[in-house]
């Protein structure tokens, strides 16, 4: 479901954001984390 989904997604951003020494504030998305969420929602043209 979309919820955990949501819930995975916020998972890996912290654990990329703790890797990275960041304990808050701003980060940006790894290419690899949106490429993977991309082709595991695999949206269709104009959705």
Partial sequence: SAD???HVFE???GEFAL???KKGGQFY???S???L???ML???KGR
């Fill in 42 to 44: 695999e949206p269709y």
């Fill in 19 to 21: 890797a990275e020494g």
């Fill in 11 to 13: 998972y890996f951003l």
């Fill in 29 to 31: 998305t790894p290419k």
């Fill in 33 to 35: 984390v949106v490429k």
């Fill in 4 to 6: 955990v989904l949501g």
């Fill in 37 to 39: 969420l991309v082709e």
